[in-house]
C-alpha cells in the first residue's frame, strides 16, 4: 500500500461524509416534498448546498471506484468506514450534538474494526496458472496501451 | 403488518447494495489499476473501459434500486431502524458475496472486522 492509496480510501470516506452532510442540510432547507410535486425533486439539485454535495459525493464514487480497482472488497469497506467515526467526531465538536456511552462504543467497535482490516493485505492475490480456468482474467486496463 | 413492510424493504436494501457493490468490484478488477491506466493512456480511456464495462452498469442499477428501497423504508418505517439494520447487514452479505462471487481470501482478520464495523454501525445508531 503505497500513500496515495491511503489518500484514496481517505477521500471515499471524507467526500462521502461531506457530500451527505451538504445534502442532508439543503434538503432539510427544503422541507417534505409533495408527490404531487415530483418536478421539484429536480429543481433542489440547483440549489448551491445540494449541488455542491452532488459533487462531494461524484467524488466519492470516482475514490470508491479507484479504490476497488486495486483492493478487495472485503478491504475497502471496513477500511473506508472511518467515515462513520468522522461524522461521530463532527457530531460532537462541531455540531456540539450529545454523543452518547453507546455511540463512543460503537466508534471503538470501528476503529478497532479498520484497525484490524488495515493490517492485512489489501488485494488477494491468485497466482496465474497455465490453465485459463485456474487463474484470474488479465485485467482490460493491461491490454491497453501495449 | 408494518413490521413486515420495514424487514421487507431491509431485505432489498441489503441484496440490492450487495448485488452492487459486488458487481462495481468485479467491474473495477475487469478495468485493473485505474491510476496506472489513466498515467499509460490518459482518463478518456479510464472512462471508456469502465462506462463500457457490462458489470458496472448493472452495478449502478443495483445501486439506484437500493436507494429507492431505502426511500420506500423510510416511508414505513423509521429511520434509526432501516439505516443502521440495513448498513450493518450489508458488511456480513458483502463479506459472504466477496468469498463467494469474487473469490476473495476472506480471513478471520476480514470477518471480525466486518462483525466488528456492523456492531459499531447499530451503536452508532442508539
Same mark, same amino acid.
Given at each position: 500500500?503505497?500513500?496515495?492509496?491511503?489518500? &484514496? *480510501?481517505?477521500?471515499? @470516506?471524507? /467526500? #462521502?461524509?461531506?457530500?451527505?452532510? $451538504?445534502?442532508?442540510?439543503?434538503?432539510?432547507? +427544503?422541507?417534505?416534498?409533495?408527490?404531487?410535486?415530483?418536478?421539484?425533486?429536480?429543481?433542489?439539485?440547483?440549489?448551491?448546498?445540494?449541488?455542491?454535495? &452532488? *459533487?462531494?459525493?461524484? @467524488?466519492? /464514487? #470516482?475514490?470508491?471506484?479507484?479504490? $476497488?480497482?486495486?483492493?478487495?472488497?472485503?478491504? +475497502?469497506?471496513?477500511?473506508?468506514?472511518?467515515?462513520?467515526?468522522?461524522?461521530?467526531?463532527?457530531?460532537?465538536?462541531?455540531?456540539?450534538?450529545?454523543?452518547? *456511552?453507546?455511540?463512543?462504543?460503537?466508534?471503538?467497535?470501528?476503529?478497532?474494526?479498520?484497525?484490524?482490516?488495515?493490517?492485512?493485505?489489501?488485494?488477494?492475490?491468485?497466482?496465474?496458472?497455465?490453465?485459463?480456468?485456474?487463474?484470474?482474467?488479465?485485467?482490460?486496463?493491461?491490454?491497453?496501451?501495449? | 403488518?408494518?413490521?413486515?413492510?420495514?424487514?421487507?424493504?431491509?431485505?432489498?436494501?441489503?441484496?440490492?447494495?450487495?448485488?452492487?457493490?459486488?458487481?462495481?468490484?468485479?467491474?473495477?478488477?475487469?478495468?485493473?489499476?485505474?491510476?496506472?491506466?489513466?498515467?499509460?493512456?490518459?482518463?478518456?480511456?479510464?472512462?471508456?473501459?469502465?462506462?463500457?464495462?457490462?458489470?458496472?452498469?448493472?452495478?449502478?442499477?443495483?445501486?439506484?434500486?437500493?436507494?429507492?428501497?431505502?426511500?420506500?423504508?423510510?416511508?414505513?418505517?423509521?429511520?434509526?431502524?432501516?439505516?443502521?439494520?440495513?448498513?450493518?447487514?450489508?458488511?456480513?452479505?458483502?463479506?459472504?458475496?466477496?468469498?463467494?462471487?469474487?473469490?476473495?481470501?476472506?480471513?478471520?482478520?476480514?470477518?471480525?472486522?466486518?462483525?466488528?464495523?456492523?456492531?459499531?454501525?447499530?451503536?452508532?445508531?442508539?
Amino acid at each position: 500500500m503505497t500513500f496515495r492509496k491511503y489518500l &484514496v *480510501l481517505a477521500g471515499v @470516506a471524507v /467526500f #462521502a461524509v461531506t457530500g451527505d452532510s $451538504l445534502v442532508s442540510r439543503g434538503m432539510k432547507q +427544503v422541507g417534505g416534498i409533495s408527490l404531487h410535486r415530483l418536478s421539484s425533486i429536480i429543481l433542489v439539485v440547483f440549489r448551491p448546498e445540494i449541488a455542491l454535495g &452532488v *459533487l462531494f459525493l461524484l @467524488a466519492f /464514487f #470516482a475514490c470508491y471506484m479507484a479504490a $476497488l480497482s486495486w483492493a478487495d472488497l472485503t478491504y +475497502v469497506l471496513p477500511a473506508t468506514s472511518i467515515s462513520f467515526i468522522l461524522l461521530t467526531l463532527v457530531a460532537k465538536f462541531v455540531l456540539h450534538e450529545n454523543v452518547s *456511552l453507546a455511540r463512543w462504543l460503537g466508534v471503538l467497535l470501528i476503529s478497532i474494526g479498520v484497525g484490524f482490516v488495515t493490517q492485512g493485505p489489501a488485494l488477494t492475490h491468485r497466482p496465474r496458472s497455465d490453465h485459463p480456468l485456474d487463474s484470474a482474467p488479465e485485467p482490460v486496463g493491461a491490454r491497453i496501451g501495449r | 403488518m408494518k413490521q413486515f413492510y420495514a424487514w421487507g424493504a431491509v431485505a432489498l436494501i441489503v441484496s440490492a447494495s450487495t448485488a452492487g457493490d459486488t458487481l462495481l468490484s468485479h467491474a473495477m478488477k475487469q478495468v485493473g489499476d485505474v491510476a496506472e491506466l489513466r498515467r499509460r493512456s490518459g482518463l478518456a480511456t479510464v472512462l471508456g473501459c469502465v462506462l463500457r464495462n457490462t458489470s458496472f452498469l448493472l452495478g449502478v442499477s443495483a445501486m439506484a434500486t437500493a436507494f429507492y428501497a431505502m426511500l420506500f423504508g423510510l416511508s414505513w418505517a423509521d429511520v434509526s431502524f432501516v439505516i443502521p439494520a440495513s448498513t450493518s447487514l450489508t458488511f456480513i452479505t458483502n463479506a459472504f458475496a466477496a468469498k463467494i462471487f469474487l473469490h476473495e481470501r476472506v480471513d478471520r482478520r476480514r470477518w471480525l472486522a466486518a462483525l466488528l464495523v456492523a456492531g459499531g454501525v447499530v451503536l452508532l445508531a442508539i
